[in-house]
Structures are given as structure tokens and as C-alpha cells.
């Protein structure tokens, strides 16, 4: 059975007509072809498909797409100003914070979640923040100094999304 959607994605309104049981992150990729977002492990342990819905991160394949009508949707390509980075994004290139890069999307919008929350957290705080998200290839090392760089390079304001 189809209902209909309508929601923000990345300060974009978007309406459709959609099966009631997808899910927000299979919204996502499919029907609107935003791709950053990833599909990890579908039970909401990895944290690849992290999104921020209405300011607070939240991982996408745990919800329906249809509890968040009416809301609105920033994932990795709305974070930032098309044409410039998020200075999380910055901080993940020039610390080195990723390997193959699966994990980094979710990485990053959780990332910027925590700070926004914690902008003074220090790296157990870091590192307890991230439990929701898994890493396979990195040992978590450049992933904290990135969040490290990105906090002390940036005001508490900036660590939050420009979405």
C-alpha cells in the first residue's frame, strides 16, 4: 500500500508516493539517489546510515520513511554548501581519518552530532560518543584526531550542521 511523503532533504522539498514499509535510508538512496548515505548491517548497529532528522543524528535504517514526514532530512551531501566541505569533512581529509571510506558518512554526520552536543568532549568522550558507529579498517586513531582537529580548529557554533 503507497502513502504519501513529504519532507526536506537537504533544504530540498520532497513529496512521493511511497510503500509504507521502506525505510528512510532505502528513501534515501533510491528513490531520491543519495547515495552517501550507506547500508551497513540493517539493524541500526553500524551507524553507515547515519542522517540528521530535525537537527539530531539518527540512523536511517531504523525508522520508516513515513515517521519522518514532515520532518527534515540533512544527510552527508546537504551537510555543507555545495562546492565546500563541512569543517568535519575538512578535518576527516586532513587527518587522515578514513580508509576505504564505507564508514565515513555516518562517521561524519555522528561526528558533528557529538560535537554539537559536547563541543568540549575529550577523547573517552569522543570515543563513547562513537560507540554507534562502527569502523572496520581504521583502529578509530585518526577518527578521534579528526574530531580533535575539527574542535579545536572551529567554535562550537561551526561543529553543527549548515543544513
Given at each position: 500500500m503507497n502513502v504519501p511523503l513529504s519532507l526536506t532533504v537537504n533544504g530540498r522539498?520532497?513529496?512521493?508516493?511511497?510503500?509504507?514499509?521502506?525505510?528512510?535510508?532505502q528513501f534515501i538512496r533510491d528513490h531520491l539517489r543519495l547515495t552517501g548515505t550507506h547500508v551497513g548491517c540493517d539493524t541500526a548497529q553500524c551507524g553507515a546510515c547515519t542522517v540528521h532528522l530535525d537537527g539530531r543524528a539518527i540512523k536511517s535504517c531504523s525508522i520508516l520513511a513515513v515517521q519522518a514526514s514532515g520532518g527534515a532530512v540533512t544527510t552527508i551531501e546537504g551537510l555543507a554548501p555545495a562546492g565546500s566541505l563541512h569543517p568535519m569533512?575538512?578535518?576527516f581529509r586532513e587527518c587522515h581519518g578514513l580508509q576505504c571510506g564505507f564508514c565515513t558518512p555516518g562517521m561524519v554526520m555522528s561526528a558533528v552530532q557529538l560535537l554539537a552536543d559536547h563541543p568540549d568532549a575529550d577523547e573517552h568522550a569522543?570515543?563513547?560518543?562513537?560507540?554507534?558507529?562502527?569502523c572496520r579498517c581504521t583502529g578509530y586513531q585518526n577518527i578521534v584526531k579528526?574530531?580533535?582537529?575539527?574542535?579545536?580548529r572551529q567554535p562550537a557554533a561551526a561543529a553543527e550542521s549548515h543544513a
Open positions: 522539498a520532497v513529496e512521493a508516493s511511497i510503500d509504507a514499509r521502506t525505510l528512510l535510508v569533512q575538512e578535518a569522543i570515543r563513547e560518543g562513537l560507540d554507534g558507529n562502527i579528526s574530531i580533535r582537529f575539527c574542535q579545536a
